[in-house]
């Protein structure tokens, strides 16, 4: 089944391109997550790349486009396979995509060492920001901490004195807690880590209203998230303890919270109501095109497509080096204002504090609090030798 | 000390969610000798049709009505289509065969109503709450599960027990073939038994649906769970498994909220962080290989009771 679906993709996909036998054309591979229940990050991204390139009437840089689009079942091994067959069979220019750090982490060397060029539309662990970062990787999201920091600061600057941090018992959870803390200088009451893919909340909620932090600060990616807003909600604690998250209240969850997420924090990096031209043309395209509001994931697909399509038409080709070097300058407007390249290839950008709302016409978004970070580059650019 | 009252209520609660699961389940692999894996994606299916009949009805009560129609449906094709063919299989075809009704079912799910998790609202007359702690409120939604479970454990009694069908449910648990030759049409029995059960699946997802997220593969946690649950409380039985159900939700929830403070005593802060968490999320497969080591047939074995 899965296969049929991926068969039905790529051919979709081919469909688009068109086929044409021209003489210079450009092969994308994209990896994503498109199984299981995490699939919705992977589609999101999938349609914003895949707008990005429908834009540019089916031609990045005016090179004839196919996209291979392959879900990796967020399995490191699977995805192992999977981009072996892309860089040797399909022989693709371009490696873009990958939603979660340990599918990048399996594919990342592989794909580097057969110097193919990589655009991380997602995963942003800290090693390949730092010690082992390559001249060959791109990214158009974050470096992972990043976005916990955020709230980290935000903690900070509203006197949040006391906090519980939540997290799921896993290394990204531990890395949330670990981000959140760089920045922040209150007092930590309790660090609750729970069982990853965990449905009730209830116990760990009873303790938080026990210990009555001023606010608390969590990373639950997907269902789990879902549980906890719905059950924090439900308890009457949204109104009472500020909840800070990343990851967990945007586009991909709120259809299932709805009210029960109007108002929680979260930090981000984009924003549907990020005010400048190239967003507002892009979620009113996408809504357009896919029916259903744009998150941050779809945002940095967008974002990947578009790079590709400004650094060829700068490089005037896909010659390598010189794509490349076309490719650090960043020569394309991203959705979330601005953006360049750091040492590292992980964007140096502004990051803000959102919340859930609901918007005039009934669907929920996530709006600009405020401003959190100014060209905010990651903390692991020191260690990379580039 | 409220606070141990209050996770003691809120693991009785995930105790009642859990029994919601499993009593079908249990009830199936006791009279019929059928391991069905596929219970885990009939209640993903119940909340899915809730969901569905909300959109059209906008009602959940009314939803509720048209989800329970749909899973007994799905419940009797799927019986008819697939399980029909395997009751005198060995268990193992039976765990292969209904494995890939799981994952037909996921991605059919995913195909028809898309990857990203969906709500169902709480009914109006039920989304109050009660404050129970300071600072801490009761959803009256979690008193209606508690009560909707003692609801499903009291039926299943008086059905079992008490009733023309239960006693014919009872015999043909023990002795199939015999039941068949005093005249009683057993294949008919074990449909009514599945679709019964396939009810309460869709029941439990109903019921779970407006405190859970609803997506695919929502289901395939809790039948791990399900079946700890119905494990330890010996498989078949009914009583087994209300009563394995309230212990696997109190030691869950016991668990998760002290073992860390427990860990803290004994070790390091920053171990204890570590071990903690370890400890709880395991607290109740060692406990089902406690009991399985003591009481291989479970704690209330159904033969027996």
Redesign the interface.
Known sequence: ??KL?TAAVTAAALGLSGMSAQAESLKIGFLATL???P??LG?HMRDGFLLGVKEAGGKLGGLDTEVVIVDDELKPDVARTKVQGLLERDNVDILAGVVFSNVMMAIYKPVIESETILISGNAGPSPIAGKACSPYFFSTSWQNDQNHEVMGEYAKEQGYGRVILMAP?YQAGKDSIAGFKRHYDGEVVD?????L?Q??F??????I??A?PDAIFTFMP???G??LV??YA????KD??PFLSAFTVDE??L????DQAVGLKSGSQWASTLDNAANKHFVEAFEKEYG?APSLYASQGYDAARLIDGALKKAGGKDKEALMAALAEAPFDSVRGDFKFNTNHFPIQDFYVVEGAKRDDGKYVVNVVEKVFDDQGDAYAADCPM | M??LA??TL??L??GI?LFLIAAGLTLVFGVMDFINLAHGVQYMLGAYLAVAGYGLTGSFWLAMLLALAGSLIIGLILEMLVFRHLYDRSHLDQVLATFGVI??LN?GV?VIW??????L??PEILSG?I?I???????V??IALIVSGLAVAALLYVLVSWTRVGMLVRAGATNAQMVSALGVNIRRLFMFVFGFGAMLAGFAGIMAA?????????GD??LILAFVVIVIGGIGSIRGAFMAALIVGLVD??G??LA?DIARLLFPPAAA?DV???V??MLIYILMAAVLFFRPSGLFPARAG
């Open positions: 089944m899965k679906l199984s299981g229940p699939a919705a589609e018992n660090e609750i880590y729970t069982k893919g449905l009730d209830s116990a760990e909620i009873a303790r209203a026990d009555k997907g269902g789990m879902v549980n719905k059950q439900q308890a009457g604690l009472t303890i991909t969850t259809p299932a919270t709805q259903y | 409220t606070l209050v996770q809120n693991g609660q995930l969610l994952l037909f991605e995913k898309g990857s990203s998790p969906l709500t609202p709480v709450s404050p702690s300071d600072g801490l409120l009761y959803p939604f979690r407006p405190i859970l997220a609803v997506e695919p593969g929502m946690n809790l929830t016991i998760r909220s860390t962080n903690g968490p370890a709880a999320s």
